[in-house]
């Protein structure tokens, strides 16, 4: 059975860090870039950022750039989303998804359930 897991979402003051967890299974992990998106209430998804494990420069889309960092351990099949110096327009539901190889494809192939961020200004 293929699963995306997100977790480390939580309610965290503006300026706070937290660290997401996407943890895959049921998948050759290596083989897939992961995403991170994101949709607030009201609002249209977003991609926030993109990993793969061919190409050694992540995307950031450019609100995240200098407060963001993705990363992934193929060895746990986990991709992180390290999130520093949040702000209250931050505040969505977070979901991970893989796509074949690179990050462009859509649809993704498989998603998470999402995990809850909420940025207290």
């Known amino acids: 059975e293929v699963q995306l897991v997100e977790s480390g979402g939580g309610l965290v003051q503006a300026g706070g860090s937290l660290r997401l967890s996407c943890a895959a299974s049921?998948?050759?992990?290596?083989?897939?870039?992961i995403g991170w998106f994101r949709q607030a209430p009201g609002k249209e998804r977003e991609e926030v950022s993109c990993?793969?494990?061919?190409?050694?420069?992540?995307y950031y889309r450019e609100s995240a750039k200098g407060r963001f960092t993705i990363s992934r351990d193929n060895a746990k099949k986990t991709v992180y989303l390290q999130m520093n110096n949040l702000k209250s327009e931050d505040t969505a539901v977070y979901y991970c998804?893989?796509?074949?190889?690179?990050?462009?494809?859509?649809?993704?192939?498989?998603w998470g359930q999402g995990t809850q961020v909420t940025v207290s200004s």
């Open positions: 998804a893989a796509s074949w190889v690179a990050c462009w494809p859509d649809p993704k192939d498989y």
């Open positions: 049921g998948f050759t992990f290596d083989d897939y870039a």
């Open positions: 990993i793969s494990s061919s190409d050694p420069n992540p």
